[in-house]
């Protein structure tokens, strides 16, 4: 059984001209609407590690060696949060790969899929995501931009940069169809404090504006409670969340 989780996203077919670069693409020949798909594992563990705190946080997907969308786990690197960005320490990332390589894995299996999760509603990338993406794995034949939020929207690209180039955004899956572990929570506990480092956070402001002397145009602290409203919404269950936070983040590996 396939549970899909973003179901409104159309799933592309490959045209002729592009079906001529199989070889290249993550997912089978033949195939003619590719999909990311996690095992209940996987996609359990990054709802665990989405919900340990209150910031984003990052990692790679480790996919199976003959369905490269196929996600098995999920594997954190040492990194900094705050609710609006990570910054993945670069020694963390190579000694990362370094495992993956004596483990039998491929950089396609191991270093392809970029996730991380939004505090917020939105799964959609900011900007600093897409820069990001386009700076990290622009290089890379393919890879994949994933995003989870808070509400559990979620986002998924696959790119090519090879061939004729291009992206798609493409559905999110959780599969069951193939003999998944059990969650391990300990673990996870363990991999997440092992990893994540938690930066504490808060909008810059311009105080200048909000210690007016009595007497100054009060349009200027409208327009403060207005850089203010971006920063927060109020309409999230269980009171303020961020929202759209990455407008101003700093993503780097």
Same mark, same amino acid.
């Given at each position: 059984?396939?549970?899909?989780?973003?179901?409104?996203?159309?799933?592309?077919?490959?045209?002729?001209?592009?079906?001529?670069?199989?070889?290249?693409?993550?997912?089978?020949?033949?195939?003619?609407?590719?999909?990311?798909?996690?095992?209940?594992? $996987?996609? =359990?563990?990054?709802? +665990?590690? !989405?919900?340990?705190?209150?910031?984003?946080? @990052? %990692?790679?997907?480790?996919?199976?060696?003959?369905?490269?969308?196929?996600?098995?786990?999920?594997?954190?690197?040492?990194?900094?949060?705050?609710?609006?960005?990570?910054?993945?320490?670069?020694?963390?990332?190579?000694?990362?790969?370094?495992?993956?390589?004596?483990?039998?894995?491929?950089?396609?299996?191991?270093?392809?899929?970029?996730?991380?999760?939004?505090?917020?509603?939105?799964?959609?990338?900011?900007?600093?995501?897409?820069?990001?993406?386009?700076?990290?794995?622009?290089?890379?034949?393919?890879?994949?931009?994933?995003?989870? $939020?808070? =509400?559990?929207?979620? +986002?998924? !690209?696959?790119?090519?940069?090879?061939?004729? @180039? %291009?992206?798609?955004?493409?559905?999110?899956?959780?599969?069951?169809?193939?003999?998944?572990?059990?969650?391990?929570?300990?673990?996870?506990?363990?991999?997440?404090?092992?990893?994540?480092?938690?930066?504490?956070?808060?909008?810059?402001?311009?105080?200048?504006?909000?210690?007016?002397?009595?007497?100054?145009?009060?349009?200027?602290?409208?327009?403060?409670?207005?850089?203010?409203?971006?920063?927060?919404?109020?309409?999230?269950?269980?009171?303020?969340?961020?929202?759209?936070?990455?407008?101003?983040?700093?993503?780097?590996?």
């Amino acid at each position: 059984m396939i549970r899909p989780l973003n179901p409104r996203v159309k799933q592309p077919a490959l045209s002729d001209k592009a079906a001529k670069y199989d070889r290249l693409t993550p997912f089978k020949a033949g195939c003619r609407s590719p999909s990311l798909r996690l095992n209940p594992t $996987a996609w =359990g563990k990054l709802l +665990y590690l !989405r919900d340990l705190g209150d910031t984003e946080v @990052g %990692g790679f997907g480790i996919s199976a060696a003959d369905d490269l969308l196929y996600i098995e786990d999920i594997q954190l690197v040492r990194q900094s949060c705050d609710m609006a960005s990570v910054a993945f320490d670069d020694e963390s990332v190579a000694d990362f790969f370094d495992r993956q390589i004596d483990a039998g894995r491929t950089m396609s299996q191991a270093g392809r899929i970029w996730l991380h999760t939004h505090p917020g509603s939105s799964p959609q990338p900011s900007q600093t995501d897409e820069e990001t993406f386009a700076r990290v794995f622009g290089h890379s034949d393919w890879a994949v931009m994933f995003i989870l $939020a808070r =509400g559990g929207q979620s +986002y998924a !690209r696959l790119q090519f940069n090879v061939g004729p @180039g %291009g992206g798609m955004e493409i559905p999110v899956e959780v599969d069951y169809r193939k003999a998944f572990l059990a969650s391990d929570h300990a673990v996870w506990d363990d991999e997440y404090a092992a990893n994540v480092e938690i930066e504490k956070w808060m909008p810059m402001l311009d105080e200048s504006r909000l210690l007016e002397p009595a007497g100054t145009d009060r349009r200027l602290l409208h327009d403060q409670a207005e850089d203010l409203d971006f920063w927060w919404n109020y309409d999230e269950p269980g009171g303020f969340l961020p929202q759209t936070t990455e407008r101003q983040a700093n993503v780097e590996f």
